[in-house]
């Protein structure tokens, strides 16, 4: 991981100015206003102010602002200010990339224009930003040249060239971001160069060359430094500012004297539990183990450094590790893909021993070795057999009472096995690894209140002595948007399963032909998705209209900016396309939500935590299920207006809204609260969409 301060001194901290000038810079008349000619808007300056309040006094905040508030300068100008004045670092976390681009690219460069623009704030305009992405991203230069010098016993011809390749490409790359390298490098060649090695470091590097010590020089001058959040809580699940170096008495989430804003909050429960869990596949087992030694091409680290007995327990283990994972396709996951683990020893813990015998290898080979990078790259080996050996006790144990464990199968052929863990209750590691930091953390989103209230969603991650608060979006949204709804779509079940997917079909087929610009629809079901696009898309091809849907190659960001693009577009998405997508204008003017987004309750995950809800007296319909569906939706709705001209129409599919007592809980988080009901037989005269 990249630290960023050598050093924290015992002198206390110069003042901040950052509540006194965030009170200018956002106020009516202000320098936001003077300096860029952008318009006042009170909920922006709300936000500003509470922002630098609260990293001022190093305390939590929860903001929910609407969308429109311009709460990225609300809280980037504050943070920029608290950082340069306190010579602390601000971190930065979004859940999207678009997000980070738009930090990156607009929001950014608006900070550094307004501070250039006002005298008081001129010695704020040099600031500096970086992006931390993880180690095994970026290309080491060192291990290339070993990987090249060393190219006989590591690689076979066919590796030997992808080798090559990446050689060229590094005399060209600014970066060396394994991203910028087209196509992608093959993971196993990449495994043997990128940066993600002991081998990787100050003491063997020139960091001159290197790309990731290039990389670290600049995140250690950064007064602001942009992460994403899966990064950042799987960073702190390995010990945050206390393996970057930081002292157990000093404040900090990632590094030390730190402090910590967390946009796009309201997924950042679901991305936490997914990274304080255990995670091991069969492939990556796979893969580890012939890293030391490939059997089939006689190549790995062991063929300088091991011998035949070396390599020969690497042959067992990789003979214990498919017969272990094979044994759990065959049984434990034959009927269905995941599956919960309720007992423990669903298996024979047929890869301990092989393990542990290479474990204790690796050290003795180290202890033969003189202090070098030879020697780190074994011990370094040593710690993830370990690692894996470790996981694999921890799942077959169910070793955490307080974690839900469970097994995948996946992968194109289905032939992947994955040992998962989660936390039920992921609040108390949050309340420790982030509010119990002595550092500031803002929490900030469109949607974070269920009825206008924060505090679910505070007790959820810990943070329940946070302040909160909650501002409205600027948006004219009586004006701008029109929502129809319809009533006659048979409310979910079995026996009308098949009735409804026709009724959906006949409903987002009109609707979508009759709105001018680009539809966005929302799908709760991969199944669904492709049965109506199977319908309708030769329709769609046949008037020249652009159709795509998710899964289809591209990714979320392509196809975003396909559809912004294009002006017409209709996309079909499901789960990751309810929040985050950012399509301004009539490229984006109309959002169908065919279903309201409740999770089923058949994941381990889901399970684990209704049962924990049940077990203490609680309703995991109303404490779980709904205030889960009902952010969801609230995201959905959000991708229609975007900027203050944007308009358009929401159509929601979904009869419940009408027929069940909580749709009205729906109904109510809609920022237009007038709605229009259709049927089948009114839509034609009813649904009008903007000329």
């Avoid at 106020?27 to 300056?45: F, M, N, T, V, Y």
Wanted: charged share 25%.
């Amino acid at each position: 991981m990249i630290g960023l301060r050598d050093d924290s001194g015992s002198a206390p901290p110069p003042p901040s100015h950052a509540p006194a000038l965030a009170a200018k810079i956002f106020a009516e008349d202000g320098w936001l206003q003077s300096g860029l000619k952008l318009e006042h808007r009170p909920q922006q300056e709300t936000m500003g102010r509470a922002v630098a309040a609260a990293m001022t006094a190093d305390e939590p905040l929860l903001f929910e602002a609407g969308t429109g508030v311009g709460k990225s300068l609300a809280y980037l100008v504050p943070g920029l200010i608290q950082a340069i004045d306190q010579s602390r670092q601000l971190i930065v976390s979004t859940h999207t990339i678009s997000l980070q681009e738009q930090l990156e690219t607009s929001d950014l460069p608006l900070c550094r224009r307004l501070f250039q623009s006002t005298p008081n704030l001129a010695r704020y305009a040099d600031f500096k930003s970086a992006v931390l992405v993880g180690k095994s991203n970026y290309l080491c230069t060192t291990r290339l040249g070993h990987a090249l010098a060393d190219r006989a016993s590591l690689f076979a011809d066919a590796d030997y060239e992808e080798l090559q390749r990446i050689a060229t490409w590094a005399d060209t790359t600014e970066s060396g971001l394994r991203h910028d390298l087209r196509p992608p490098p093959r993971p196993e060649v990449w495994d043997a160069v990128n940066a993600d090695s002991s081998s990787c470091s100050r003491k063997h590097c020139d960091c001159n060359k290197c790309f990731y010590q290039r990389a670290r020089a600049r995140m250690r001058s950064a007064n602001l430094v942009i992460v994403n959040h899966a990064l950042l809580f799987a960073l702190i699940s390995a010990g945050g500012a206390q393996a970057a170096g930081a002292t157990t008495d000093t404040r900090g989430v990632l590094f030390a004297d730190d402090f910590l804003v967390l946009d796009e909050a309201h997924t950042v429960p679901e991305v936490a539990t997914d990274n304080f869990g255990l995670s091991l596949s069969s492939y990556g087992v796979d893969r580890a183990l012939k890293y030391l030694f490939n059997p089939r091409t006689k190549r790995g680290l062991f063929r300088k450094l091991g011998g035949p007995e070396a390599q020969q327990l690497v042959v067992d283990a990789l003979d214990a590790s498919r017969q272990f994972f094979e044994f759990l396709s065959a049984t434990l996951l034959a009927q269905r893909p995941i599956v919960r683990l309720r007992e423990p020893d669903v298996a024979e813990p047929t890869l301990d021993g092989p393990l542990e015998a290479l474990h204790r290898l690796l050290g003795k080979l180290a202890d033969k070795l003189e202090d070098g990078r030879e020697r780190d790259e074994l011990l370094e080996q040593k710690q993830r057999i370990k690692g894996m050996q470790a996981s694999v006790t921890g799942w077959l144990t169910l070793g955490d009472k307080g974690h839900v464990y469970w097994g995948e199968r996946g992968g194109r052929k289905q032939t992947i096995v994955t040992l998962r863990s989660a936390p039920i209750d992921v609040a108390p590691q949050l309340r420790r690894h982030l509010f119990g930091c002595g550092t500031s953390v803002v929490c900030t989103s469109a949607t974070l209140a269920m009825g206008g209230q924060i505090e679910p969603f505070a007790a959820r991650i810990g943070a329940d002595d946070a302040r909160a608060v909650v501002v409205k979006s600027p948006f004219d949204f009586a004006r701008n948007m029109r929502v129809y709804v319809a009533s006659d779509v048979p409310l979910p079940s079995p026996a009308e399963a098949k009735l409804a997917l026709d009724v959906l079909t006949e409903y987002v087929g009109f609707c979508t032909q009759r709105v001018r610009g680009g539809s966005l629809v929302l799908f709760t079901s991969y199944a669904d998705m492709r049965a109506i696009a199977a319908a309708l898309e030769p329709g769609y091809r046949e008037a020249g209209r652009p159709f795509f849907m998710q899964g289809e190659a591209l990714s979320r960001t392509e196809l975003a900016r396909q559809m912004r693009e294009r002006g017409n577009a209709v996309l079909f998405g499901t789960d990751s396309f309810w929040t985050g997508v950012d399509v301004p204008g009539d490229a984006l003017a109309q959002v169908v939500i065919t279903r309201l987004p409740f999770d089923p309750p058949t994941h381990p995950i889901t399970e684990a935590k209704c049962e924990h809800i049940r077990d203490a007296g609680g309703n995991p319909f109303n404490e779980l299920t709904l205030p889960d569906a009902l952010i969801k939706f609230r995201q959905g709705i959000g991708r229609l207006i975007r900027t203050q001209t944007d308009r358009g129409v929401v159509t929601l599919l979904d009869s419940r809204l009408l027929a069940k007592s909580y749709g009205r809980l729906f109904l109510d988080c809609l920022p237009q609260p007038e709605f229009v009901a259709v049927t089948r037989k009114t839509l034609s005269e009813k649904f009008i969409p903007f000329a």
